[in-house]
């Protein structure tokens, strides 16, 4: 396409004659047409931008407005795991550890703590910095009572299982069957039935026939098994730990020896009437810390012949 001429009216020869613009001309005449295209896009890119909005900031307002419901959520789900772990403290304290008498977490250890905003410098200096300082500073508090509680937990559940063995060690149940009526208890006698003297009954005399099964009361080791003359005839005793021994005297025979390991139910000895004793019987006592307790505290004395013996059988089972 040929360029365009520019022609000018020459008044003094009544003609028109063709123009050829100066180099300066052509200067001034580009840097106003580039001036007026700038000017124009600035303005346009302003409209725009007030109707439209600029897309990259839009997608960080959505991203920002997106992490604020997190962090809302996140939070919610912290206070809602706080209460959780206060409502086991709660339990933990009123009856676990009552129960099975722990001291009680105070409520000042139970509670954690941050360490004040400090410990959060690197939040600082942002839009956002109290959101995001509150939230952290809950999540802190949160590992803290969560540390707490797990060893709470460690703590109740290795005191349980001393009890459960302890438990498994007291002497309570009978040593022979319910339908063997009792005879003497712990108590002084004015005058022995073999020796005529006034002298304290330490035990508790089951009046049972020769050959009655006689069973171990409670988990433990045999400690003596014979007769070494000191009245009991032929006795066993049985060491429980926790401070507890068992007698079972005036036997027949012995089904243990000294150092085995005997649970609950299991058959020890055969009754008799051995030693210094006005007829068959056996002599049971409890020895605490080598104090002599009363044998009837130890065992429940309503149970029907069926119930011991189911009791018996379910003791046996591995």
């Keep these: 396409m040929p360029r365009r001429k520019n022609y000018v009216f020459d008044a003094a020869n009544l003609q028109y004659l063709q123009h050829r613009r100066r180099l300066s001309e052509k200067l001034i ?3 106003v047409w580039f001036g007026v295209s700038v000017a124009l896009t600035v303005i346009y890119a302003f409209i725009f931008h007030r109707i439209a909005g600029d897309p990259k900031e839009e997608l960080l307002t959505q991203k ?9 959520l996140l939070e919610r789900k912290i206070d809602y795991s706080s209460a959780v772990i206060a409502d086991l403290r709660a339990s933990d304290n009123s009856s676990y550890r009552a129960i099975l008498d722990l001291e009680m977490i105070p ?31 809950k999540f802190e508090d949160l590992k803290t009572q969560t540390n707490i509680q797990y ?97 079972y005297g005036h036997l027949s025979e012995c089904r243990v020896k000294r150092g085995d390991k005997v649970s609950r139910g299991d058959r020890i000895a055969i009754s008799g009437n051995t030693g210094v004793s006005s007829g068959p019987h056996l002599h049971y006592q409890i020895d605490l810390f080598g104090e002599h307790v009363n044998p ?22 591995p």
């Design 64 to 72: 920002i407005e997106e992490l604020k419901l997190s962090y809302s």
């Design 107 to 137: 409520e000042d250890i139970s509670e954690g703590g941050s360490g004040g905003t400090f410990k959060f410098g690197d939040l600082s200096g942002y839009m956002n910095t109290d959101m995001m300082m509150s939230v952290r500073s």
């Design 151 to 247: 060893n709470s937990l460690t703590e109740l559940t290795e005191r349980a299982d001393e009890w459960k063995k302890m438990w498994a060690h007291l002497p309570y149940i009978r040593p022979v069957e319910v339908n063997i009526r009792l005879g003497d208890g712990l108590k002084f006698r004015e005058k022995h039935p073999v020796l005529g003297s006034p002298r304290w009954h330490f035990g508790q005399d089951f009046r049972c026939p020769v050959g009655t099964e006689v069973h171990a009361t409670g988990d433990g080791t045999v400690y003596y098994a014979g007769n070494d003359n000191d009245g009991f005839g032929i006795k066993v005793v049985i060491d429980h730990g926790y401070g507890y021994r068992t007698i």
């Design 29 to 31: 005449r580009f840097m």
């Design 296 to 317: 009837l505290w130890y065992f429940e004395d309503s149970l029907t012949e069926e119930e011991y013996y189911r009791m018996l059988d379910f003791l046996s089972r």
